[in-house]
Structures are given as C-alpha cells and as structure tokens.
C-alpha cells in the first residue's frame, strides 16, 4: 500500500531551490509513486503563487520553464482530493489548517513540512496524521 501524502508549500519550494537534499528526494520518491501525493484546491493555489513570486525564483538554480514542468509532474501524480468538511485545528499559522483537512479528507498518513513547529499544540488532536520533516520520512522508508 503507497503511503499518502500531503506535502507543504516549503517541501515543494525547498526541492526547486535546492539540487540536493532531502526536500528534493521527497519530490522525486512521489513522482516515482512512492508516496501518493494528495491535491487540493487551497494547496493547489498556495504551490502556484509561491512559485511565481519573484524572490522564490531568484533562488532556484532551474528555468522558470523547468519550474512549471516540475509542478505538472507533482500534480500529474497527485490524487486530487475534495474536502467536504472543514476542520479547524487552530494552529498556530491560521493559513496551514488547509493542510489538516486535506490530510484528514484523503486519508492521509503524513504531512511533510519543513515548518513542524507551526502544528504543535492544535485544539483537535488527529493521532493517525503524523506531522514529519523530508529527512525523517526518507530515513523511515
């Protein structure tokens, strides 16, 4: 069974900026499907403003062109989830709570993000969604 997979706008960003590293190995293990990578609209919206910001596209060592094909690759494996039900974990960044809900909406068993500490402390607990770095989930596997 591939493991499911809600990846953070920082993996995503962190894979383009980066040639190596764990971020980057992350991305390629999905698009490999290795990992299932769920989509969703809020997530979807956040990738495509993110990448096109000029201070992020300043720092990738890859074209604006290789960034795209990059992203359709990500989204051309990604299982598109629609979530019917919001929660409201309260986290400490108001704008990540999209996360939860599609990690909960898809059955998802891990969140990778580079920003753990954002997800401490919710006011809904979820005990079967662990909220891990790109390096933990590559060391695990």
């Known amino acids: 069974m591939?493991?499911?997979i809600v990846i953070d706008t920082s993996v995503f960003i962190g894979a383009l900026i980066s040639s190596t590293g764990a971020n980057r190995e992350l991305i390629r293990r999905c698009l490999?499907?290795?990992y299932q990578p769920l989509?969703?609209?809020a997530l979807f919206s956040e990738y495509e403003s993110v990448i096109n910001r000029?201070?992020?596209?300043a720092q990738c060592p890859i074209s604006d062109?290789?960034?795209k094909t990059l992203f359709t690759a990500l989204i051309n494996v990604s299982q598109w989830i629609s979530i019917y039900y919001l929660w409201r974990p309260n986290l400490k960044d108001e704008a990540d709570n999209h996360l939860i809900e599609l990690a909960?909406?898809?059955n998802a068993q891990i969140i990778a993000t580079n920003n753990i500490k954002d997800f401490r402390n919710p006011?809904?607990?979820f005990p079967n969604l662990a909220i891990l770095k790109p390096e933990d989930i590559i060391r695990s596997k």
């Open 2 to 4: 591939t493991i499911k």
């Open 65 to 67: 062109r290789e960034i």
């Open 54 to 57: 000029q201070k992020i596209l």
């Open 32 to 34: 490999k499907r290795e």
């Open 104 to 106: 909960m909406a898809g």
């Open 123 to 125: 006011d809904l607990l």
């Open 39 to 41: 989509m969703g609209n």
